[in-house]
């Protein structure tokens, strides 16, 4: 498996980083996660106007064809269906100082792993999730994708202990989103998510989401959320990139509505298969 770091393409064990790097000591870094599916990046033009943003929000200069290198990683690793993660450091000084100087240059780094193509499955072979609802330990920068990931991490970790697939995130009373992905609430055919501030992620699936919805002419409403209302919801979904639109079945033990997949959330699954082939 070949990596990118810096300009060039090796091995993996080849690659070497600083431990002054200023993304090994302070997590001074961004990522993104693409899926591309048979060679071809999904939503990349997406998933590179939200790099930019992420590097501006943190003053990171830095410019570089990326459609190029992403392009050319994963021909090197013989194309197909590839989830690749790209992380951009501040850089390293050769020593540990919280001040940087903007001469740094950035730690460019990219690599790729094989995912399935979840579009490709029929809508009965996804697995639906189990969530708890848990306290969001994050920071008020989460619009920032920041490789900062220690809240999300151990959240994560307390959702696996008790058994489940994810945790979705509380905090002052509204729900934000999960660990790793967007948050969706049904009811009565609309569709709910929580409107875009410094508290979530502007996730690129939830944007193609909304997109379909509109298209198909599904309401749907950018609101607060609170927990309680996950209680009478018809259908709970989750999304990220490498795992498209995920049914929720079931939250802190009790079944969501009837504790199957919804008609709605078939419906959508739909639409994405048919947006992407
Ligand atoms: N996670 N919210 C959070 C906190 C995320 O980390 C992610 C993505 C999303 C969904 O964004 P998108 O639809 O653009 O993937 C929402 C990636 C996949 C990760 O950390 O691996």
Redesign the pocket.
């Known amino acids: 498996d070949l990596v990118y770091l810096n300009g060039a393409f090796l091995p993996a064990d080849e690659a070497r980083v600083s431990v002054f790097d200023r993304g090994f000591l302070f997590a001074d870094s961004v990522?993104e996660?693409i899926p591309f599916y048979q060679g071809v990046g999904f939503r990349l033009q997406q998933?590179l106007d939200?790099l930019a943003y992420s590097l501006r929000a943190v003053r990171i200069q830095i410019d570089a064809d990326w459609p190029g290198i992403l392009n050319e990683l994963v021909q090197r690793n013989g194309g197909g269906n590839l989830s690749v993660y790209l992380q951009i450091s501040r850089g390293s000084a050769g020593s540990r100082t919280h001040a940087y100087d903007d001469a740094m240059a950035p730690t460019v780094f990219a690599c790729c792993s094989p995912i399935q193509d979840i579009y490709a499955r029929g809508a009965d072979q996804v697995r639906g999730y189990t969530v708890i609802v848990t306290a969001d330990l994050r920071w008020h920068r989460?619009d920032i994708?920041s490789t900062g990931?220690l809240p999300?991490i151990l959240v994560l970790q307390q959702a696996r202990e008790a058994g489940a697939d994810e945790a979705l995130l509380v905090r002052d009373g509204l729900l934000s989103?999960?660990?790793?992905?967007?948050l969706f609430l049904i009811r009565q055919g609309v569709i709910y998510t929580p409107k875009r501030s410094s508290e979530?992620?502007g996730?690129?699936?939830?944007e193609l989401i909304l997109e379909l919805a509109a298209e198909a002419g599904i309401p749907f409403q950018e609101v607060d959320i609170r927990p309680e209302a996950l209680q009478d919801a018809d259908e709970v979904w989750v999304?990220?990139?490498?795992r498209g639109v995920i049914p929720v079945l079931a939250i802190d033990g009790k079944p969501v509505a009837d504790g199957q997949k919804g008609p709605l959330w078939r419906q959508m699954f739909d639409l994405f298969t048919r947006f992407q082939h």
């Open positions: 990522y996660v998933h939200r989460c994708k990931l999300n989103e999960g660990t790793s992905c967007n979530i992620l996730g690129t699936t939830r999304s990220s990139s490498t």
